[in-house]
């Protein structure tokens, strides 16, 4: 069988009005649902909640009763099953590694069905082993009775790679794994995800995991979607109380690492900049007329100063201009971590700081506010 | 000098009537259950069946094949055959239906087709069982092909009746001595080749 993949990008999935029932129960009810090329979409909610029935209709391991499921605008249901999901990467939390094959012949096992010869999966397994950080040369030879749990997860994560699909279905495939290797491999994961350039779609039941993770989040429950977003607008704006709950909103400061500077900072108001080439002065001057007590300096360079009314006041008539007497202000890129900026505002002993959106100036970022709106 | 080669010969009878029906046996059971992996009325039907063999006294198997096919070698192979059934059915059927759920799902979400699955999932975590249940089919076969020589089966079964009609004691253990070796020469040998068969990632737990 020469088999060719049924896409070499994903511009969308998309699932339209899709409902799978088991019984009287709906699994999946009337969801809509659009996965952007590129993004790494969470699926997340209870058991039950209908997130990995989802995942799988998507490459057909289940077909919906009604709605229609779409890669790049053709329908799933047009393709063959087998050549859709070759063309699909699939992990899950059982990983199902075949116990009686060897690491190199389970990575290497949909290649070898493909017909490529003998050395030509050999190179390509040896290639999937390095991205996985397992040394070829120590594990090729392992059965999979010999391998740790996390081990067996990059190989099953390099199985599911060795096709090189475009893109990746994942079905909490860090839920066996003990708390510290599981934030390990989220870690490798959050690497390599950049690197892999794909399409995922990845389900969790873990809040942690996806928004560490998730480009966007969608919460399902009880076999509807509830909201979908990204992590910083599911947390300050969680539609109902069950998200509220689920992202846990309303303790904020659990999400320090996901959240941006930009996310809390403090809109500003362009008339508190004056030119740094000021002179005192005159800068004095136009404060007064302003009614400003404080003013701002922003330097060509990137960086930005501090000017109290009081310290103008002080300079006077020295001649000096405001680059010269204001005080240095940190600056955060405004998609720095919130935590990152906090911990600089404590070492420096600052309780603001200005923020920069490409290049310019877009906000302050108070640390007392900040705390504020975290709890 | 007769005497031994008549044993020889009668073993060698033996050995053909029960190898026969034991390989009948593998050929009618393993795509019996193979094929009842895609329906699930065959599989009872095969199972039931199968059960219902089992729990009738061999003797009566045996008996019971005359009058629906008469006397001779063939129905004598056909009555060890059915008897023999059981163990390979259910060994094939166990081993390939208990796979870890896991296996299949993952197999069948990297895009092997139903076939690939059996081949490459479903037989080798079959193996195991399905050698267990062919060891102890030949050893029961050894043992049915002894009563097999009352409808005509011949062997050594024959030997040991008419030594037993005529109190020839030197005839019964010339016709049981054999049949006790054979078995005792099969459970080694299976056993030899069970341990060669057994898939590394097995060995340790045995």
């Known amino acids: 069988m020469k088999f060719k993949k049924l896409f070499n990008r994903i511009e969308s999935?998309?699932?339209?009005?899709?409902?799978?029932?088991?019984?009287?129960?709906?699994?999946?009810?009337?969801?809509?649902?659009?996965?952007?090329?590129?993004?790494?979409?969470?699926?997340?909610?209870?058991?039950?909640?209908?997130k990995t029935t989802t995942l799988r209709m998507i490459n057909r391991l289940i077909d919906?009763?009604?709605?229609?499921?779409?890669?790049n605008g053709a329908d799933v249901e047009d393709f063959d099953p087998v050549r859709l999901r070759r063309s699909i990467g699939y992990v899950i939390q059982n990983i199902g590694l075949l116990p009686h094959l060897k690491v190199s012949?389970?990575?290497?096992?949909?290649?070898?069905?493909?017909?490529?010869?003998?050395?030509k999966i050999r190179e390509r397994v040896t290639e999937l082993l390095n991205f996985v950080s397992l040394p070829p040369e120590s594990f090729m030879d392992r059965y999979p009775h010999q391998l740790s749990g996390g081990q067996q997860q990059r190989i099953g994560l390099a199985r599911a790679l060795a096709m090189d699909p475009p893109?990746?279905?994942?079905?909490?495939?860090?839920?066996?794994?003990?708390?510290?290797?599981?934030?390990?491999?989220?870690?490798?994961?959050?690497?390599?995800?950049?690197?892999?350039?794909?399409?995922?779609?990845?389900?969790?039941?873990?809040?942690?995991?996806?928004?560490?993770?998730?480009?966007?989040?969608?919460?399902?429950?009880?076999?509807?979607?509830?909201?979908?977003?990204?992590?910083?607008?599911?947390?300050?704006?969680?539609s109902s109380e069950l998200v509220s709950e689920i992202v846990d909103s309303k303790r904020k400061y659990r999400h320090m690492e996901v959240l941006k500077v930009r996310?809390?900072?403090?809109?500003?108001?362009?008339?508190?900049?004056?030119?740094?080439?000021?002179?005192?002065?005159?800068?004095?001057?136009?404060?007064?007329?302003?009614?400003?007590?404080?003013?701002?300096?922003?330097?060509?360079?990137?960086?930005?100063?501090r000017i109290s009314l009081n310290e103008v006041l002080k300079a006077g008539k020295t001649g000096k201009n405001l680059n010269e007497i204001s005080k240095p202000l940190l600056v955060f890129p405004a998609d720095a971590s919130l935590f990152e900026g906090l911990t600089q505002l404590k070492e420096e002993g600052e309780s603001m700081a200005l923020v920069l959106e490409e290049g310019m100036p877009a906000g302050l970022l108070f640390s007392d506010r900040v705390l504020q709106g975290l709890i | 000098m007769v005497i031994s080669a008549e044993i020889l010969e009668a073993t060698l009878e033996h050995f053909f009537l029960a190898y026969t029906a034991l390989l009948a046996g593998i050929i009618v059971a393993v795509p019996l259950v193979l094929l009842s992996l895609y329906s699930e009325r065959l599989a009872s039907?095969?199972?039931?069946?199968?059960?219902?063999?089992?729990?009738?006294?061999?003797?009566?198997?045996?008996?019971?094949?005359?009058?629906?096919?008469?006397?001779?070698?063939?129905?004598?192979?056909?009555?060890?055959?059915?008897?023999?059934?059981?163990?390979?059915?259910?060994?094939?059927?166990?081993?390939?239906?208990?796979v870890d759920p896991a296996l299949i799902d993952s197999a069948k979400g990297i895009g092997l087709t139903e076939f690939q699955i059996i081949r490459n999932v479903r037989l080798p975590n079959a193996y195991p069982a399905i050698f267990a249940g062919i060891k102890f089919a030949a050893i029961l076969a050894n043992s049915i092909a002894v009563l097999t020589a009352l409808i005509g089966g011949g062997g050594l079964g024959s030997m040991i009746f008419e030594g037993l009609t005529n109190f020839n004691t030197a005839k019964i253990l010339a016709g049981t001595l054999p049949v006790i070796g054979i078995a005792l020469f099969l459970d080694f040998s299976f056993s030899v080749l069970e341990r060669r068969l057994t898939p590394e990632y097995l060995k340790n737990d045995i």
Not at chain 1, 263 to 273: A, I, R, T
């Open chain 1, 13 to 50: 999935i998309r699932l339209e009005k899709v409902t799978k029932r088991y019984g009287d129960r709906f699994a999946v009810r009337d969801l809509d649902l659009e996965v952007r090329g590129g993004e790494l979409m969470i699926l997340i909610g209870r058991s039950g909640s209908g």
């Open chain 1, 64 to 71: 919906p009763d009604s709605g229609r499921v779409s890669i």
């Open chain 1, 105 to 119: 012949e389970n990575i290497g096992l949909i290649l070898k069905l493909e017909g490529w010869d003998e050395a």
């Open chain 1, 167 to 238: 893109l990746l279905l994942m079905d909490e495939p860090f839920g066996a794994l003990d708390p510290l290797l599981r934030t390990q491999l989220q870690d490798e994961f959050c690497k390599i995800k950049k690197e892999l350039g794909k399409t995922i779609v990845f389900v969790t039941h873990d809040v942690n995991e996806a928004f560490k993770l998730g480009d966007r989040v969608a919460i399902m429950d009880n076999a509807s979607l509830v909201q979908l977003g990204t992590p910083e607008e599911l947390i300050f704006e969680p």
């Open chain 1, 263 to 305: 996310d809390m900072m403090q809109p500003l108001d362009p008339g508190y900049f004056l030119e740094g080439s000021l002179p005192a002065e005159i800068a004095l001057q136009k404060m007064v007329d302003g009614g400003l007590e404080v003013a701002l300096v922003f330097k060509e360079s990137g960086a930005a100063g």
């Open chain 2, 45 to 98: 039907m095969v199972m039931k069946f199968s059960n219902l063999v089992q729990a009738v006294p061999s003797f009566a198997v045996v008996a019971v094949v005359v009058p629906l096919i008469g006397i001779g070698f063939t129905p004598a192979v056909i009555a060890i055959m059915l008897r023999v059934l059981l163990p390979i059915v259910k060994n094939t059927y166990i081993g390939l239906f208990n």
